[in-house]
T-cell receptor, first 114, second 114 residues
Framework: QQQVKQSPQSLIVQKGGISIINCAYE??????FPWYQQFPGKGPALLIA?????SEKKEGRFTISFNKSAKQFSLHIMDSQPGDSATYFC?????????????FGIGTKLQVIP | DTGVSQDPRHKITKRGQNVTFRCDPI?????LYWYRQTLGQGPEFLTY????????KSRLLSDRFSAERPKGSFSTLEIQRTEQGDSAMYLC????????????FGPGTRLTVT
C-alpha cells in the first residue's frame, strides 16, 4: 500500500510562478518529512525537511507547510525557475533500529517553462 | 568528489545472468542503504547496513538478491538469475551518526534485463 500519497504526478508552471506539490500520510509514527529533488541521471538530493512539531519551514524560495492534524504537507516553490525543472519526491521517515526508515511518494515531475 | 559513488552506472544483461553492483559511501559514513527505483516511482527501501552488519532487509529483497558490506566500507549488491522485473535503477545512500536523518544518495546503477 502507498504510505505516502503525492500529487500531482506532473506539473507545468510558468517561470516566476508558484509550484505546489501536495503529500499525505497515514502512519502517525513518522517523525521527519523530507523533500528530495532528482535531476535526470542523478540520485535524489535532500532539498528541505520538516519535523511534525513545526507548521512551516522556509529556505530561500522553498517552503514546506505541515498540517499535523490533517496528516498533510506540501512544498511551495516561489518564483519558479527553469533550473527547478526536476522530479520532486516527498518522503516520511521514522526511527527503526537506530536509523531513519524513509518512505517515498511517487514523485512529481515539474517543468518550468520560460 | 567526496559524494556517494556507484559502479557501474549502466548495466545491460540477459535474463538469467548474475550481476553485481558496487557502492562506495561517503568516507566515515557508518550507515549504508540500498533502494530500488522503477520508472515513475519513488525509491523503495531494500536493505540497510550499520558498519558491516546488515540489520534490515525489505520483503522486496528476494532470495536472488544478496548484499554485503565487508569491513564496513564499500558495499555490493548481487542479483542472481536476473529477471526482466529486476530492471530498475538501484540507488545507494549513506548517512552518519545516531540521528542519521539525512541520507546522501549516489547517482544509481541503471539495470536493464533483456
Amino acid at each position: 500500500q502507498q504510505q505516502v500519497k503525492q500529487s500531482p504526478q506532473s506539473l507545468i508552471v510558468q517561470k516566476g510562478g508558484i509550484s505546489i506539490i501536495n503529500c499525505a500520510y497515514e502512519n502517525t509514527a513518522f517523525d521527519y518529512f523530507p523533500w528530495y529533488q532528482q535531476f535526470p541521471g542523478k540520485g535524489p538530493a535532500l532539498l528541505i525537511a520538516i519535523r511534525p512539531d513545526v507548521s512551516e519551514k522556509k529556505e530561500g524560495r522553498f517552503t514546506i507547510s505541515f498540517n499535523k492534524s490533517a496528516k498533510q504537507f506540501s512544498l511551495h516553490i516561489m518564483d519558479s525557475q527553469p533550473g527547478d525543472s526536476a522530479t520532486y519526491f516527498c518522503a516520511a521517515s521514522r526511527g527503526s533500529g537506530g536509523y531513519q526508515k524513509v518512505t517515498f511518494g511517487i514523485g512529481t515531475k515539474l517543468q518550468v517553462i520560460p | 568528489d567526496t559524494g556517494v559513488s556507484q559502479d557501474p552506472r549502466h548495466k545491460i544483461t540477459k535474463r538469467g545472468q548474475n550481476v553485481t553492483f558496487r557502492c562506495d559511501p561517503i568516507s566515515e559514513h557508518n550507515r549504508l542503504y540500498w533502494y530500488r527505483q522503477t520508472l515513475g516511482q519513488g525509491p523503495e527501501f531494500l536493505t540497510y547496513f550499520q558498519n558491516e552488519a546488515q540489520l534490515e532487509k525489505s520483503r522486496l529483497l528476494s532470495d536472488r538478491f544478496s548484499a554485503e558490506r565487508p569491513k564496513g566500507s564499500f558495499s555490493t549488491l548481487e542479483i542472481q538469475r536476473t529477471e526482466q522485473g529486476d530492471s530498475a535503477m538501484y540507488l545507494c545512500a549513506s548517512s552518519f551518526g545516531d540521528s542519521s536523518y539525512e541520507q546522501y544518495f549516489g547517482p544509481g546503477t541503471r539495470l536493464t534485463v533483456t
